[in-house]
């Protein structure tokens, strides 16, 4: 009886068949060959991922912290944009803060929607109302925000006129 050992090689795996002394190297495809094949997706487990009740729980838990952290970061810029939205002069800053709001209500609604799948009826109808709110002012404050920087900039374009009319 003859007995076939596997040994290295330059690539680190061979393989060996019985009878036969050589070693082979095995085809190594790496993670650059497996990007250009044909299929554009990556194959993705068709098995559905069940949680056990302390699985679940942990990821409630996160979810939901995540969920309380962006609306709380949401209510207190919105809170603080609006009170000083008005007294902003320079369109750059209230263009910044605008994306600040609008990135924030992204984050939100991220947040509310992944933890609203985990929820039951009832609770997940009182995040979605709850979170629907808050984005709608959101929404409103970034409406007024872009109106106030059409002003701003309607102002700035008569102002550079009529010292243009004033020079001639």
């Not at 044909?38 to 912290?65: A, I, V």
């Amino acid at each position: 009886m003859e007995i076939s050992e596997s040994s290295a090689t330059a690539d680190g795996i061979s393989e060996s068949t019985p009878g036969n002394s050589e070693s082979k190297p095995l085809q190594r495809i790496d993670e650059e060959q497996i990007s250009n094949t044909d299929d554009p997706e990556p194959r993705k487990s068709k098995r559905l991922h069940t949680y056990t009740e302390k699985g679940l729980q942990y990821k409630l838990s996160q979810k939901e912290k995540d969920y309380i952290r962006a609306k709380k970061e949401l209510k207190g810029n919105i809170d603080s944009v609006s009170m000083i939205w008005t007294d902003l002069s320079h369109s750059d800053t209230l263009r910044k803060e605008r994306a600040v709001i609008e990135e924030l209500r992204k984050n939100l609604d991220e947040g509310h929607s992944e933890f609203v799948m985990l929820l039951q009826h009832d609770e997940a109808r009182d995040v979605i109302t709850e979170a629907g709110y808050l984005c709608k002012q959101a929404v409103e404050l970034r409406s007024k925000i872009s109106e106030r920087i059409f002003e701003l900039e309607r102002e700035e374009m008569r102002s550079r006129r009529s010292e243009k009319s004033q020079s001639s």
